[in-house]
Nanobody, 123 residues
Framework: QVQLVESGGGLVQAGGSLRLSCAAS????????AGWFRQAPGKEREFVAV????????NYEDFLKGRFTISRDNSENTVYLTMNSLKPEDTAVYYC????????????????WGQGTQVTVSS
C-alpha cells in the first residue's frame, strides 16, 4: 500500500557513479524490506539488491561484483542505491519496490513499485 518515488537517474559516462533515491509514503509499517530492480529494453526486470528495513541486512545479485551498495534511512523512509564504476551494460530503468517479506529476490514477492528512473551509461 506504500507509494514509492525514485530519483537520481541520468546520463553518466562509463566509470562514473550515481546515487539513486527512493522515497516511500503511506503504510510503511508493513514495509519489511526494500529492493532495487532494473529493466533494459527487451529484457526482463532483474533483481539488483534488497535491504531489510529493520536489521539492515542486504542481499545482492552476484554479477554486480560489489559495485552497487544499497542502504536506507529509517527516519526518512528512504532507500538508496549507490552505483560505482558504471558500465554501459548497466543502462536500464531502475525501480525500487517494497515488500512484506524479509529479503526477497523475486518480483512476485514485492507488492508496491515506483515509477522507475532512467540510468544511461555512455562509453
Amino acid at each position: 500500500q506504500v507509494q514509492l518515488v525514485e530519483s537520481g537517474g541520468g546520463l553518466v559516462q562509463a566509470g562514473g557513479s550515481l546515487r539513486l533515491s527512493c522515497a516511500a509514503s503511506g503504510r510503511t509499517a508493513s514495509w519489511y524490506s526494500a529492493g532495487w530492480f532494473r529493466q533494459a529494453p527487451g529484457k526482463e526486470r532483474e533483481f539488483v539488491a534488497v535491504i531489510n528495513w529493520r536489521s539492515g541486512n542486504t542481499n545482492y545479485e552476484d554479477f554486480l561484483k560489489g559495485r552497487f551498495t544499497i542502504s536506507r534511512d529509517n527516519s526518512e523512509n528512504t532507500v538508496y542505491l549507490t552505483m560505482n564504476s558504471l558500465k554501459p551494460e548497466d543502462t536500464a530503468v531502475y525501480y525500487c519496490a517494497g515488500s512484506r517479506f524479509s529479503l526477497p529476490r523475486t518480483r512476485s514477492m514485492y507488492e508496491t513499485w515506483g515509477q522507475g528512473t532512467q540510468v544511461t551509461v555512455s562509453s
